[in-house]
């Protein structure tokens, strides 16, 4: 009993400090070429060098864990990976002709059946999570991920982040789906 | 810092007893043997559900969050989903160690704790469907029991994993008169329209 409480005091000291530090880093992620920053804090913005946002990719960061992102070499785009407990997005900004734009991956590019089909792992998806790779070139990035299955069987699997070119259609949240999906899914 | 410590300290303290408790007897039943009736959550044990097609004003919403006081700036639902229900015991201390996909935490806090699942009505998004159609953490959502026509409000407390849909909390599952077993599978194979409201976590909830 005592060393159960001794336990479980411990427990709570580690789980009291995970509380205590959850709130989400503040950050800035200058672009390559200093035009644009992304400023990570009450919510996630590209601003310009004069300090005036550009454009708002996350207006609220209520439960977020953690949030990844990268700049292309180029300067011209921004990928965010914005991480819960549970589950990850991608979503990203680029700048054309007619000013900044935000794009997301739609769940529908996750292959989930398939993967876990791949590494023979069945049950209830109860968690994925993924991470920025390297730049391939200033269109392409490289992400891996997780998907935790019930029974904690976990499939790690990568991807590559193409931004297509092609025109997107804008959903209600703003952003434009089409611009950015994934290719070449596989199991790691 | 110190008090959030001690708080904690008391909190989990008093959790882990409880837990204790329950340890004594592993939980019978399973997701392959036969549930005992202890292992069932009874439907309509929370919330006055109630049947039939069911508006606005008289979905039940008399669990954690109750529902919500004005919904005549609501407008059409900004994402729905229909798919088998699941439940999310997430939030809730007395499911550990019975459900595997138990997680101490939500996305969404009450009063800088988690929102726990037994006591509160929620539905889970992923982040792509919260950020394609404009919903935060907080807003309105109205589920419904596809089978029976039982429907209840909730709030959208939860972030799951891409895809993910169904997915309710405990409350909600019973609010609606869908049974589960204490390691979460449901009894049988409900399904369930979630149908969110963006813009709408400012709106109060209370009793109807």
């Known amino acids: 009993m005592r060393t159960s409480l001794i336990s479980v005091l411990a427990t709570a000291l580690i789980a009291n400090f995970g509380w205590a530090e959850s ?23 590209v601003v310009n060098s004069g300090g005036s946002p550009s454009l708002t990719l996350a207006s609220s960061v209520e439960g977020v864990q953690r949030v990844d992102a990268k700049w292309s070499p180029d300067s011209r785009r921004v990928v965010v990976v914005i991480s819960y407990t549970r589950g990850s997005g991608v979503e990203a900004a680029y700048i054309d002709g007619s000013g900044w734009h935000k794009a997301l991956q739609p769940d529908t590019d996750l292959p989930t059946d398939e993967l876990s089909r791949q590494a023979g792992v069945s049950g209830r998806l109860v968690s994925q999570s993924c991470r920025l790779g390297d730049w391939l070139d200033s269109r392409r990035i490289r992400i891996t991920g997780e998907l935790i299955f019930s029974g904690q069987k976990k499939v790690p699997y990568g991807y590559t982040l193409v931004f297509t070119g092609e025109p997107g ?11 950015i999906k994934g290719i070449e899914y596989h199991v790691r | 810092m110190r008090s959030v410590l001690t708080w904690g300290f008391v909190t989990l303290f008093i959790a882990s007893i409880s837990g204790c408790d329950d340890s004594i007897s592993s939980p019978s039943g399973g997701a392959s043997g036969t549930p ?10 929370i919330g006055n559900a109630v049947s039939g097609n069911q508006s606005f004003d008289n979905a039940s919403g008399d669990s954690g969050f109750g529902s919500p006081q004005d919904t005549s700036q ?8 229909d798919s088998f229900a699941k439940i999310d015991t997430d939030g809730d201390p007395s499911e550990q160690g019975y459900d595997q996909t138990w997680n101490a935490q939500t996305s969404g806090q009450i009063n800088g704790q988690p929102v726990n699942s037994a006591d509160y009505a929620y539905v889970v998004m992923s982040q792509g469907q919260m950020a394609a159609s404009g919903t935060q953490i907080g807003d309105w959502a109205l589920v419904t029991n596809n089978e029976t026509g039982q429907s209840m409000w909730a709030r959208v407390e939860d972030v ?28 049988g194979n409900p399904s369930v329209t ?5 813009g709408t976590k400012s709106i109060s909830g209370g009793s109807n």
């Open chain 1, 23 to 45: 709130k989400l880093e503040t950050k800035q992620i200058p672009a390559p070429d200093g035009s644009q920053v992304l400023e990570i804090g009450d919510a996630i913005r």
């Open chain 2, 74 to 81: 609501f407008g059409a639902a900004s994402f729905t989903s």
């Open chain 1, 169 to 179: 259609h804008l959903d209600r949240g703003g952003f434009e789906e089409g611009v």
């Open chain 2, 194 to 198: 979630v149908q969110v409201y963006s």
């Open chain 2, 36 to 45: 005992t009736q202890n292992d069932l959550t009874q439907g309509q044990q």
């Open chain 2, 160 to 187: 799951g994993p891409a895809g993910g849909t169904g997915e309710i909390s405990e409350a909600c599952a019973t609010g609606v008169g869908i049974q589960f077993q204490r390691n979460s599978s449901t009894v």
